[in-house]
């Protein structure tokens, strides 16, 4: 058989665009995102869909692979400091987990303060430049946040007078909440969320507090019997990324990046304000008990024990507190 130049190259390039097509995926960048959260609960259902509209814009090029549940091994707590050394790429953090880094965290959990996601975003809103400092100080970059429901009680019995928490063990997400609850008369013990069936299962404790979304996401049903919407708070769940790694690609990657967090910020407010009536039908499916409102005396003896504790925070942080809760509560 005679080869001619022309039949050579054409067919070099043949060959040339068959590798490339098998090994192109391999020169992706290959990025790892860390959820303690199950792939089904809200922030799962973002951190997927913000993966996957990273890869539609940049073409393939960058593949973040989301590991749910803990997967990888870290805790919430762990994000911070695996995702500033570089660990990992990225993570989808609660806000709340790191009031030991800096208190500025604490804002968006803090008790009776943002009860519903309306007021979670308007506050958000005005936190995010804080939030995005403090991750920038220590090697991070502040991509979106998105809302947790409003938090209530899960648990064996229905919560709607104080002496119903009266030496409950009760699981907490944070300091303030357990501070809370533990001057009130229950028995709070800070857990991560990965820790809360094991926990449940074996009677180490009685009740939960998170949102109902939460809740959903795991099951809860099959531990527990009701659950009371008493609105503690909107927590925040930040997406968050290694600072170097971002410095490191080209200024049209990082905008296609940010064009994905911005698709992703929007779904999950969205969700976020659809997913009550469902996870409550959801429960009710399961036969839970769902309280959707409590007394109103039950309300104020929450929001009076919550009191000096926003006022503590506030005083603790100054000025940063000041400005943003000042603006805030004038918008109310």
Do not use: C
Not at 20 to 30: M, N, T
Not at 43 to 50: K, R, T
Not at 213 to 242: D, K, P, R
């Amino acid at each position: 058989m005679t080869f001619t130049a022309g039949k050579l190259t054409k067919q070099a390039s043949a060959i040339a665009l068959s590798v490339f097509a098998l090994i192109g995926p391999a020169f992706a960048d290959a990025w790892d995102m860390s959820n303690e959260f199950p792939p089904n609960s809200l922030h799962g259902q973002v951190a997927d869909f913000f993966a996957g509209k990273v890869a539609e814009n940049t073409g393939g090029d960058i593949a973040i692979t989301v590991h749910h549940g803990g997967a990888l091994g870290y805790k919430t707590l762990d994000h911070f400091d695996a995702v500033g050394d570089g660990a990992i790429q990225l993570a989808t953090s609660p806000l709340s987990a790191w009031l030991g880094i800096d208190p500025i965290f604490q804002l968006s959990a803090l008790p009776f303060l943002a009860p519903t996601t309306e007021d979670a975003r308007r506050l958000y809103d005005l936190a995010k430049p804080e939030y995005a400092k403090v991750l920038e100080d220590n090697g991070q970059l502040f991509l979106f946040a998105t809302p947790w429901p409003p938090s209530g009680f899960w648990g064996k019995k229905g919560f709607e007078s104080a002496a119903d928490l009266e030496g409950v063990k009760i699981r907490t997400f944070d300091v303030t909440a357990t501070e809370l609850l533990k001057g009130v008369g229950a028995f709070p013990i800070k857990l991560a969320w990965s820790d809360v069936p094991a926990q449940l299962s074996t009677n180490a404790i009685d009740a939960v507090l998170t949102s109902a979304n939460g809740g959903v996401g795991v099951q809860l049903w099959e531990l527990q019997s009701h659950f009371t919407q008493i609105n503690y708070s909107s927590g925040l769940q930040a997406v968050h990324m290694n600072r170097d790694i971002w410095d490191g690609l080209t200024q049209e990657r990082q905008v296609e990046i940010l064009a994905a967090a911005a698709e992703a910020e929007t779904l999950g407010w969205q969700l976020a304000a659809d997913s009550i009536a469902k996870d409550f039908a959801t429960m009710r499916e399961h036969k839970m008990t769902v309280i959707e409102s409590v007394p109103a005396e039950f309300t104020k003896f929450l929001d009076d024990a919550a009191s000096p504790i926003v006022a503590e925070w506030s005083a603790k942080i100054g000025d940063r507190a000041a400005t943003v809760l000042t603006a805030y509560r004038a918008g109310k």
